[in-house]
């Protein structure tokens, strides 16, 4: 099993440029998830989604959009870039409830420059 | 809302106990967990509490009050390869399970 596989690890962007970072997973997870991780700093929910066809925003919503078309993809699009979203981008799948743990994604780091 | 507290930055000494403390806020409670995350790569999970009480795993013990809104995650017999971010979470009882994490404890491990 590959888990949660992102693509791609790194990217530079100029300001106003779009882009779709790719998450996929091949755990049959239902819970899929988008974070940001700042420097030094905590995990930020962007997005989250409980099923194909379903999704809803999470503490930091703006300036990202998400689709799930399918159980297992859910990819992140930025549509005009800017320097504030330079981060280190993770995905996540989980079960949702009970003790079921986030599986995480290696990261995406997007320079917006 | 949820806000969730814990120590910016820690140093221990290898072989000894250090104990990371979060607490938290939340409009509602379905399980708080620990993850670690090493610099430069994705967070793992460590442990989950959803009673009052301690969970232990190994070397990593976490303990839980739900009264209280306070969690810590306890780490015996350090090692240098323990040095890395720990991350306090609590996930939602409603609206996608969503995990809302706190700010990381840096956690420094010196011989």
């Known amino acids: 099993n590959a888990g949660v596989t992102q693509t791609p690890k790194f990217r530079i962007l100029k300001i106003g440029q779009s882009m779709t970072l790719q998450c996929a997973q091949d755990?049959?997870?239902?819970?899929m998830y988008w974070y940001r991780q700042d420097p030094g700093m905590g995990l930020k929910l962007i997005y989250y989604s409980v099923g194909a066809g379903i999704t809803d925003k999470g503490e930091v919503p703006n300036g990202y959009n998400v689709s799930r078309s399918t159980t297992e993809d859910f990819p992140l699009r930025l549509e005009l870039a800017a320097p504030s979203q330079t981060s280190v981008y993770f995905c996540a799948s989980s079960h949702g409830q009970g003790n079921s743990p986030l599986h995480f994604g290696n990261g995406t780091r997007l320079t917006v420059t | 809302g949820q806000n969730i507290d814990q120590p910016t930055e820690m140093t221990a000494t290898e072989g000894a106990i250090v104990q990371i403390n979060c607490t938290y806020q939340t409009s509602g409670f379905n399980g708080l967990f620990w993850y670690q995350q090493h610099a430069g790569e994705a967070p793992t999970f460590l442990s989950y509490n959803v009673l009052d009480g301690l969970e232990e795993k190994g070397r990593f013990s976490s303990f839980l009050s739900r009264s209280k809104g306070y969690s810590y995650l306890l780490l015996k017999e350090l090692q240098m390869k323990d040095s890395a971010s720990y991350l306090c979470?609590?996930?939602?009882?409603?609206?996608?399970?969503?995990?809302?994490f706190g700010a990381g404890t840096r956690l420094f491990v010196k011989a």
């Open positions: 755990m049959n997870h239902n819970y």
């Open positions: 979470a609590v996930r939602a009882a409603t609206g996608g399970f969503k995990t809302i």
